[in-house]
């Protein structure tokens, strides 16, 4: 039972670190497993941050009852981590299997392995507590939104140089 991404080894090796795997060769090995095995679940992740602005990324998982199913753990850690210091943001909303949205509430808990991130992207940068909630239908999961933007004002008239 494989629990973490298959490193997968790049065309071009670097000469100063051969053995660098990139993050990206292992997420399309892993997506193109999951497409293979029939199996395929969404997992949506909706991250909102200040202004009520909100990113949104889709990937598919492994179902839960398969037999690769423990690889989800440590994919579905990995994509939020990234996502987090993407976008940056205090409220996360998922949509996907409960037992990863569980798996992801503990991470990111006071004494989680993710720990710093949540006090991090909470308490630190956006003054509220980092939450992760569990949207239980496509319904209730938010779209993309850049939220309440500031007006452009385009004064052709001055202040040019």
């Known amino acids: 039972m494989r629990t973490q991404f298959k490193l997968i080894a790049p065309k071009t090796v670097p000469v100063l670190d051969p053995d660098f795997r990139p993050p990206v060769l292992a997420n399309r090995n892993f997506q193109a497993e999951v497409k293979a095995s029939g199996a395929a679940v969404p997992f949506l992740i909706a991250i909102e941050r200040d202004r009520n602005r909100v990113s949104r990324f889709d990937t598919f998982v492994f179902d839960m009852k ?96």
């Open 66 to 161: 398969q037999l690769q199913a423990p690889a989800n753990y440590f994919y579905v850690e990995r994509v939020l981590k990234f996502l987090l210091w993407q976008f940056g943001g205090w409220k996360v909303t998922i949509h996907g299997p409960l037992e990863l949205v569980t798996y992801l509430q503990a991470c990111y808990s006071d004494t989680g392995l993710r720990a710093f991130d949540a006090e991090f992207w909470g308490d630190q940068t956006y003054e509220r507590e980092m939450t992760i909630v569990h949207a239980a239908s496509p319904e209730d999961f938010p779209c993309a939104d850049d939220g309440e933007s500031a007006a452009v004002k385009l004064d052709w008239k001055g202040w040019r140089i």
